[in-house]
T-cell receptor
Framework: EDKVVQSPLSLVVHEGDTVTLNCSYEVTNFRSLLWYKQEKKAPTFLFMLTSSGIEKKSGRLSSILDKKELFSILNITATQTGDSAIYLCAVGGAGGTSYGKLTFGQGTILTVHP | NAGVTQTPKFQVLKTGQSMTLQCAQDMNHNSMYWYRQDPGMGLRLIYYSASEGTTDKGEVPNGYNVSRLNKREFSLRLESAAPSQTSVYFC?????????????FGPGTRLTVL
């Protein structure tokens, strides 16, 4: 059974801090790891990682994947109150009707205080 | 282009009542998914449909049925609602043509079963 574990489950920081969110996984026929941000409503897509060691960046957010050790990290630098959200990690398998199917972690609740 | 739409946004049911949650996407995606989200549990897959005419069970299918009405629409039915089905339900879609496929989510339905 595929499994995704995120840590920490919750995190409270002040504006300007840097945070690191962790995601470890066990999945059959790994194809991709995705990060989503969820504010009040639907999760919105942040990053997709398929290869080890290649850092993806978008502004203050960056993420990297280690396929050997089966984990990914999401870094947020110079946090702002607008970064407060649930961050979800998901892993996709490959092949047949499993194509496109994702297994999600529990999520990390990030709270950024002014 | 509305993306993924869901109806209703909110619903309150009594134990034993039935209802259908509707989902539609206008992105011409092949695959569609139903998830439930409970505090501390992340997103758990209920059912998915890899393509029109096919449906498969996910992680937590008990108490639910689905219908892939056509390529655009994927409905979720609760035949006899139970308090344990109180949750936020999300529909999502993705396309085989995307590599790797990222899922796009609807706004969610908040369901309370009394």
């Amino acid at each position: 059974e595929d499994k995704v574990v995120q840590s920490p489950l919750s995190l409270v920081v002040h504006e300007g801090d840097t945070v690191t969110l962790n995601c470890s996984y066990e999945v059959t026929n790994f194809r991709s790891l995705l990060w989503y941000k969820q504010e009040k409503k639907a999760p919105t897509f942040l990053f997709m990682l398929t290869s080890s060691g290649i850092e993806k960046k978008s502004g203050r957010l960056s993420s990297i994947l280690d396929k050997k050790e089966l984990f990914s990290i999401l870094n947020i630098t110079a946090t702002q109150t607008g970064d407060s959200a649930i961050y979800l990690c998901a892993v996709g398998g490959a092949g047949g009707t499993s194509y496109g199917k994702l297994t999600f972690g529990q999520g990390t609740i990030l709270t950024v205080h002014p | 282009n509305a993306g993924v739409t869901q109806t209703p946004k909110f619903q309150v049911l009594k134990t034993g009542q039935s209802m259908t949650l509707q989902c539609a996407q206008d992105m011409n995606h092949n695959s569609m998914y139903w998830y439930r989200q409970d505090p501390g549990m992340g997103l758990r897959l209920i059912y998915y449909s890899a393509s029109e005419g096919t449906t498969d069970k996910g992680e937590v299918p008990n108490g639910y049925n689905v219908s892939r009405l056509n390529k655009r629409e994927f409905s979720l039915r609760l035949e006899s609602a139970a308090p344990s089905q109180t949750s936020v339900y999300f529909c999502a879609s993705s396309d085989w043509g995307d590599y790797p496929p990222a899922q796009y989510f609807g706004p969610g339905t908040r369901l309370t079963v009394l």
